[in-house]
């Protein structure tokens, strides 16, 4: 049974850091793209970062959403099949719950809900103005 299980959210102030982490069980998603999404209330749910797999033991190739740009950072540590997300100067509109995601195959479009096979079940960040 494929499980992705999220941690590291929490409760914290405008201008902290969070780390979240997405823990992989049931298979590997080395050659795959690994990407975190969030959802806040009324809102659909939005990409904020992905990591494609790496190449030739370079690291994979990684994109962000403009709203994070700068501040985050996404990365994934395929020994032990996790993911990251490194939140950095986290304003109050990055409230969200935030969801690690799966796409077995790397396809094309990395902020495409659809493409992605297995989804965490969320993990709740809430910033205080």
């Known amino acids: 049974q494929v499980q992705l299980v999220e941690s590291g959210g929490g409760l914290v102030q405008a201008g902290d850091s969070l780390r979240l982490s997405c823990a992989a069980s049931?298979?590997?998603?080395?050659?795959?793209?690994m990407g975190w999404f969030r959802q806040a209330p009324g809102k659909e749910r939005e990409v904020g970062a992905a990591?494609?797999?790496?190449?030739?033991?370079?690291?994979?190739?990684?994109y962000y959403a403009d709203s994070v740009k700068g501040r985050f950072t996404i990365s994934r540590d395929n020994a032990k099949n996790t993911v990251h997300l490194q939140m950095n100067s986290l304003k109050p509109e990055d409230t969200a719950v935030y969801y690690c995601?799966?796409?077995?195959?790397?396809?094309?479009?990395?902020?495409?809900?659809?493409?992605?096979?297995?989804w965490g079940q969320g993990t709740q960040v809430t910033v205080s103005s």
């Open positions: 990591i494609r797999a790496a190449i030739n033991w370079n690291v994979g190739r990684t």
């Open positions: 049931g298979r590997t998603f080395s050659s795959g793209t």
């Open positions: 995601a799966a796409d077995v195959h790397g396809s094309s479009g990395y902020s495409n809900t659809g493409v992605y096979d297995y």
